[in-house]
């Protein structure tokens, strides 16, 4: 490292410090990485995005059905359905087709519904979203409350206590959504009749909904905190803050937990999409209005444009989580803000 004294004419023969070149260069350094990596991640979002709604846009496309039948219904008026067909311009090749919904994209416009006949923008931020978006935040605020505390509590134990906690984690895990959501109808609607289904006020009516979408997940998310707790309850750190008298619990707390949140947030965008897509199976199974029954709708009537909304509108929540989950990382673990530099 060299630096250099320059003399200020201002000051006779005061000596001014120049900054060594190579502290420049790496101030420098740094900031371009900064920069190339946020280009990066907005590339990467760009690309995810068009990916989603391409391979939505094929998979319609390919799939049993007719968006010109889910426009008219049960006419077979072959003259209508050509007319409809030209209307929708449903009768133009597959790559005009294409190409033209990229277009409108660019331009904010996401189309009309093939069967309901609204603009796919007032129905995917509408009453649909809102009441999906209840579901899942309610869930979410389950999954974050429900796996801390059990990785914390049972980490570390061999009692039968934790065992069988272990063994109820595997048995949501491993179950699928629909079969969690009807076991929790019979016990605590039918059996118990402590919580309703249909019935009651709309914070009652999503419990039940909730802790379907939820345990499944929380019982994933315990079982990999679990084990980030006790590896950290094994570093020397922890065995030296035990023998300074520091107690089990906040030792748990404050070293476990901290260390456990960096393999749970790899899961981050699995969990994501577990919401999501669990929400359209909870939402069919509870009778709830929302995304998830918008989206089988859409997908049963080859309502292309729906489905395209719907996409797109996954890519963009899991891509916002997949950058939050990365500002995260650095916050749980500051050496990664230093690998960064």
Do not use: K
């Amino acid at each position: 490292m060299t630096s250099t004294i320059a003399a200020d004419p201002t000051r006779g023969t005061d000596a001014v410090a120049v900054p060594p070149t190579d502290v420049v260069g790496g101030v420098g350094a740094r900031r371009w990485s900064r920069a190339r990596r946020g280009l990066v991640v907005v590339l990467s979002a760009l690309l995810t995005a068009w990916a989603a709604v391409t391979f939505a846009f094929l998979a319609i496309h390919l799939a049993p059905g007719d968006p010109v039948t889910a426009v008219m219904g049960d006419s077979t008026n072959p003259d209508l359905r050509a007319q409809v067909a030209r209307d929708w311009g449903l009768d133009r090749p597959l790559l005009v087709q294409y190409v033209n919904y990229l277009g409108d994209l660019l331009h904010g416009d996401l189309g009309y519904s093939y069967v309901r006949g609204e603009a796919v923008a007032d129905i995917l931020f509408g009453d649909q979203l809102r009441a999906t978006a209840e579901l899942a935040g309610v869930a979410l605020v389950l999954v974050v409350l429900l796996a801390p505390t059990l990785a914390v509590l049972t980490a570390g134990h061999r009692t039968w206590w934790s065992r069988g906690v272990s063994g109820v984690e595997m048995s949501f895990a491993s179950a699928p959504t629909f079969w969690v959501g009807l076991i929790l109808i019979w016990v605590f609607a039918f059996t118990l009749r402590v919580l309703p289904v249909t019935s009651g006020n709309d914070f009652q009516r999503l419990i039940l909904p909730a802790l379907t979408l939820a345990l499944p997940i929380a019982a994933v998310l315990a079982q990999v905190m679990r084990g980030g707790v006790e590896r950290a309850l094994e570093q020397p750190f922890a065995v030296s803050a035990r023998a300074r008298g520091v107690g089990t619990l906040r030792l748990r707390l404050t070293h476990g937990l901290r260390h456990s949140l960096i393999p749970a947030a790899t899961l981050a965008g699995w969990a994501v999409s577990g919401l999501l897509t669990g929400t359209m199976v909870v939402e069919e199974v509870f009778g709830r209005a929302g995304l998830g029954r918008v989206t089988v709708e859409a997908v049963t009537y080859s309502d292309l444009p729906v489905v395209l909304g719907v996409a797109l509108l996954t890519a963009a929540v899991y891509l916002t989580v997949s950058v939050v989950v990365d500002l995260t990382y650095a916050w749980i673990d500051p050496r990664l803000r230093e690998d960064r530099r």
